[in-house]
């Protein structure tokens, strides 16, 4: 942590331009960055600009062909549908850079304990396409790349989205130094769930009390399964929250940081370095969704005291 400070990860070009009626708040990485500088909380952290990763980087994770019609705007339409979005030179920009904002904050957590992504969180991407509003795969990606360069052992992956992490589950099928907890609400997108190691389903409706109960539950097991890893990377994600217009619990602002705080703390006391990223996140304005994004941030601050 220089000059106690936390890293935060983040690219101006995370943004991309969409219509207001599309579901997708293509705008909230600058929102949430305009909160931290207006609620303060930007002074606790030093900001770091990640570079683009290459394909050849990302074909740890994604198939080269895909990587390919991502890079030249080949996607075709069926697979544009399924990503969600629509593919620009804005959307190919940042689908290139996040991923290496999630492995750059991997880095720098390995220094500092922690560090927080302002975007990451692409689950749904899977190795052979993208699907849900997710390109690539930053949290497969970017647990690959620690272990190929051997700066880890073993890496979870928890992801607390209230979406299942399908993409991430499927793309890690076979890999036994990372394991992917997803903790998800069942009757969420996507209607065919993968296997992760250990996924945690949430029952429609569940609040606070009932969906701390089953974050504290996964913790626990993924310790009696003897999984004791080197780094973790977090999914912080915010459609948990009741007013979030895809999601479908009933978690209050206070019970995301509750979540956001007992993780942190958790790998903190085992001195588990830990990446957050921010996840999905969708309401009424995407005001109300760059200030949910930034619990995590005043999380980080509480628990790491910077
Ligand atoms: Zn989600």
Redesign the pocket.
């Known amino acids: 942590m220089k000059n106690g400070k936390c890293p935060l990860i983040y690219h101006p070009s995370y943004d991309i331009a969409l219509p207001d009626t599309h579901r997708f708040p293509g705008t909230k990485y600058s929102l949430l960055i305009a909160e931290l500088e207006r609620t303060g909380l930007i002074k606790r952290y030093l900001k770091y600009i990640p570079k683009p990763a290459t394909p050849e980087n990302l074909s740890i994770a994604h198939a080269p062909s895909y990587i390919e019609s991502v890079r030249t705007g080949n996607l075709t339409k069926q697979q544009q549908a399924t990503l969600g979005l629509p593919w620009s030179e804005a959307l190919k920009k940042r689908a290139f850079v996040a991923p290496s904002g999630t492995l750059l904050a991997a880095q720098l957590a390995l220094q500092s304990r922690v560090a927080c992504h302002a975007a990451g969180g692409t689950h749904h991407a899977h190795r052979h396409f993208g699907a849900g509003f997710c390109v690539f795969n930053d949290l497969a990606f970017a647990a690959l790349a620690m272990v190929k360069l051997k700066l880890v052992k073993k890496v979870l992956i928890l992801d607390c989205?209230?979406?299942q992490g399908d993409g991430t589950a499927s793309i890690l099928a076979n890999d036994k130094e990372i394991f992917t907890c997803s903790i998800h609400c069942t009757e969420n997108y996507p209607a065919k769930k993968a296997k992760s190691d250990l996924d945690l389903p949430v029952s429609k409706g569940a609040g606070d009390s009932e969906y701390l109960a089953i974050v504290n539950q996964g913790l626990l097991e993924i310790d009696r399964l003897h999984f004791y890893p080197d780094l973790v990377l977090y999914d912080a994600?915010v459609?948990v929250h009741r007013n979030d217009k895809?999601g479908l619990l009933d978690m209050s602002s206070d019970g995301i940081r509750e979540r956001d705080e007992l993780i942190l703390s958790y790998f903190k006391k085992r001195c588990v370095p830990i990446v957050t990223t921010i996840?999905?996140g969708y309401g009424e304005t995407r005001e109300e969704v760059a200030q949910r994004h930034s619990i995590v941030f005043s999380a980080v601050q509480t628990v790491f005291g910077c």
């Open positions: 989205d209230v979406h994600a459609d895809l996840g999905g």
